[in-house]
């Protein structure tokens, strides 16, 4: 099939969803589908910009810039993204080019133009693919009422949504909040998992052996430090466990609360603990070769459900994983169901430290845990699965 991938996330940015984006890209072309990936680009000088990744075809396309600014510049930036897409895409090589089917990828919610426009110069079927629902979340944290600025968001949304005519959700639990979507005819809503392509074998430039933590069992947390993972739990738990010389805590990456954790570490005195910043994802499976736990942090307030990306390479890398999530996320029936580690929902740094000494104690007696979490990452989470099932919908 000729099919179109709209996304605003893709490498050399380093995301989450820009690797999962990258993973499905190349399975895509391994598959033998002729792949277009149309991504917004505040930075090429030009219109538009032209190049080749792994065979897929990429166009980045000039739009305003939507990353690591104010809310309000992000949110106008944002929803003048998909028509600056448009009207450069016309400008282009491509101007004239028709899909077999168009695929695009929420987050973002103000893509719905684009996909609309190629949908219907096409002929063809569009499929989403949801991995978190905004702004529904935002008002669960506490970070947006239901006023004027969710009833604007949840109209585009909405918009996003009635263009799609599958829409992939990552979880069971997400199916409910569609229920009237699916009302209408022709519509068709599922379970899209997650999903990772083969790990790479880069060497890690962060060398646990040469850390405060050399000797330990280590914990690691590899991903965006932001208000949505509620990630100071995770320090009153090194706190809790500091008596431990046994056990120590590693955090890599960035966002928006990194810079406040690592002053909370620094100001409990919390010699268990290392930060390090953001590496290259080819780094992460060597990284975490190093270590023995995978940690996941949901801020409690979420109601929606969500399988995080980290979730999915602790499980490839064969690392059981220590989870504080939301009550009722399917994440918790999922770790409990496939013995791949322990999930805390009562938001209870005791309640999470006496999961992690549980789980420390049982992977030592244990040898079973990186089979069955390899096994589970091979079974659910890979990148062809994901790629025969989008295709299966659109034709």
């Not at 059981?320 to 791949?340: F, H, K, T, W």
Request: charged fraction near 25%; aromatic fraction near 8%.
């Amino acid at each position: 099939m000729r099919i179109a991938l709209i996304a605003d996330t893709f490498p050399p940015l380093r995301t989450s969803g820009a690797v999962q984006l990258r993973d499905l890209a190349r399975e895509f072309v391994r598959q033998g589908h002729e792949l277009t990936v149309l991504l917004p680009s505040s930075g090429i000088a030009g219109q538009w910009a032209m190049e080749d990744f792994d065979g897929a075809r990429v166009i980045r396309l000039k739009a305003p810039k939507t990353k690591d600014i104010g809310y309000v510049r992000r949110t106008i930036g944002e929803f003048l993204m998909p028509f600056a897409m448009l009207r450069n895409l016309r400008h282009s090589p491509l101007a004239g080019e028709k899909w077999d089917g168009v695929v695009w990828y929420a987050p973002t919610i103000f893509l719905g133009p684009i996909a609309s426009a190629l949908k219907k110069a096409s002929g063809c079927r569009g499929y989403l693919i949801i991995r978190d629902i905004f702004p529904e979340w935002a008002v669960d944290m506490g970070l947006m009422g239901r006023g004027l600025p969710y009833r604007f968001f949840d109209a585009v949304a909405r918009y996003q949504y009635s263009v799609a005519d599958v829409i992939g959700v990552q979880t069971p639990g997400n199916k409910g909040y569609f229920a009237e979507w699916t009302q209408r005819p022709g519509r068709r809503l599922e379970v899209l998992q997650n999903w990772l392509g083969a790990p790479a074998d880069a060497p890690s430039t962060i060398v646990v052996g040469e850390t405060a933590l050399a000797g330990r069992k280590v914990f690691v947390y590899a991903g965006n430090m932001g208000v949505a993972q509620g990630m100071g739990i995770l320090l009153d738990l090194a706190e809790r466990l500091r008596g431990r010389e046994d056990v120590g805590f590693l955090f890599v990456g960035r966002g928006s609360d990194a810079q406040r954790l690592r002053e909370d570490a620094r100001a409990r005195g919390l010699d268990n603990v290392v930060f390090r910043d953001e590496i290259h994802p080819d780094e992460i499976p060597n990284l975490y070769a190093q270590c023995h736990i995978g940690l996941v942090a949901l801020d409690p307030r979420h109601r929606t459900h969500n399988i995080p990306g980290k979730f999915l390479t602790y499980m490839q890398s064969g690392l059981p994983v220590l989870a504080s999530v939301n009550a009722g996320n399917d994440l918790v029936g999922l770790i409990e169901q496939e013995r791949v580690g322990r999930a805390v929902t009562d938001a209870s740094a005791e309640s999470l430290a006496r999961a992690a000494v549980e789980l420390v104690d049982a992977v030592s007696a244990d040898d079973g845990f990186a089979e069955r979490c390899r096994g589970l990452s091979a079974r659910l989470f890979s990148a062809e699965t994901a790629v025969r099932q989008i295709v299966a919908a659109l034709s």
